[in-house]
């Protein structure tokens, strides 16, 4: 990934030098047209073409927001209800996730996500020990987990 990105701005610079030109513009200009002549190229790279990562990235920059919006929402009506009516809990969270960073990120984004924090990860790094504020099924808070972060951060990182 890092030597096509490297290739895509050498290329934005080449081009640069083709114009006789040294503006942001004709750079943009070049980036893009490079990412054209990389796209094209992308069969003779060992890795996917990286704009995919990219994407994939900007996706679950949009899950984490739209889970930090949704998960607000539900503590802002358990906080207003007159009275108490949540059910806290900790359940177990097996994770397919292999690496350290992508572990790692995903306790993060449990743990920044309101009503819910990350209290232990296993030995083996493959169980999450996550506390909820409010949890009514926990099949479903687990599935919701692994179909909304943890299938994200797999296609960032694979």
Known sequence: MAFQIL???MLAFAWMFYEN???ASTFII???LGLLVVFFMRRFFS???YMYRVFAIIQL???FIRELVLSNIAVLKVVLQPKMKNNPGIFALE???TSDWEI???ANLITLTPGTLVVEISDDHRTLYIHAMDIGDVDEAIEDIRGSFEKAIMEVSR
């Open 61 to 63: 920059l949009f899950i």
């Open 21 to 23: 030109s040294m503006s």
């Open 47 to 49: 890795t996917r073409f």
């Open 95 to 97: 994770t397919k996730l």
């Open 7 to 9: 290739l895509n701005v």
């Open 30 to 32: 070049g980036y893009f």
């Open 104 to 106: 790692t990120l995903l």
